[in-house]
T-cell receptor, first 117, second 109 residues
Framework: GAVVSQHPSRVICKSGTSVKIECRSL??????MFWYRQFPKQSLMLMAT?????????EQGVEKDKFLINHASLTLSTLTVTSAHPEDSSFYIC?????????????FGAGTRLSVL | AQRVTQPEKLLSVFKGAPVELKCNYS??????LFWYVQYSRQRLQLLLR??SRESIKGFTADLNKGETSFHLKKPFAQEEDSAMYYC???????????FGTGTRLTVIP
């Protein structure tokens, strides 16, 4: 149980285009999902916390107009990188925490590698 | 402020040798500590958490509030233990986790 699916696994796009990444909890309802960014050989950096039915909470330094998060249902959160630029190239990882699971345990997606040309 | 420190980026041990991955944290409240593991080409997954006080795949970790540490230990390392290990801190009443920078463990056959 507690499977999180993230799609796509890899995306290459041109500078200036927008990219949407989906994060789905397949076998449980996730009231809270998280979006992380991971640079090569570095740790996961929390970008934002996505709560179902409400606005996402962004970490300091993360542009909310650049990284749009929508958590419209209990099983789906999306991250849209708007007007992507080469410096947005990174590995983006989502995770989910459900109300019935042990407190603070997060279940992770496999990640999305974004390359902006 | 919350902080998780994993002083070793890389750690190599021989198969059968004991292994200890260090984790220190800084947090003024009551912490909840986790170890997550990422095997090659796999997603990050929970290995163990301090409140469970259990042994998973032979690994144990004890929360030492006096030393603010949560070191991960295994008495006899196996080749399949080679992976990236992240220590994470959860705050009471909050949802998010703070991750350390990770330690890449290599078990030499």
């Amino acid at each position: 149980g507690a499977v999180v699916s993230q799609h796509p696994s890899r995306v290459i796009c041109k500078s200036g285009t927008s990219v949407k990444i989906e994060c789905r909890s397949l076998d449980f309802q996730a009231t809270t999902m998280f979006w992380y960014r991971q640079f090569p050989k570095q740790s996961l950096m929390l970008m934002a916390t996505s709560n179902e039915g409400s606005k996402a909470t962004y970490e300091q330094g993360v542009e909310k107009d650049k990284f749009l998060i929508n958590h419209a249902s209990l099983t789906l959160s999306t991250l849209t990188v708007t007007s992507a630029h080469p410096e947005d190239s990174s590995f983006y990882i989502c995770s989910a925490r459900g109300p019935m699971l042990a407190k603070n345990i997060q279940y992770f997606g496999a990640g999305t590698r974004l390359s902006v040309l | 402020a919350q902080r998780v420190t994993q002083p070793e980026k890389l750690l190599s041990v021989f198969k059968g040798a004991p292994v200890e991955l260090k984790c220190n944290y800084s947090y003024s409240g009551s912490p909840e500590l986790f170890w997550y593991v990422q095997y090659s080409r796999q997603r990050l997954q929970l290995l163990l958490r301090h409140i469970s006080r259990e042994s998973i795949k032979g690994f144990t970790a004890d929360l030492n509030k006096g030393e603010t540490s949560f070191h991960l230990k295994k008495p006899f390392a196996q080749e399949e233990d080679s992976a990236m290990y992240y220590c994470a801190l959860g705050q009471a009443g909050a949802n998010n986790l703070f991750f350390g920078t990770g330690t890449r463990l290599t078990v030499i056959p």
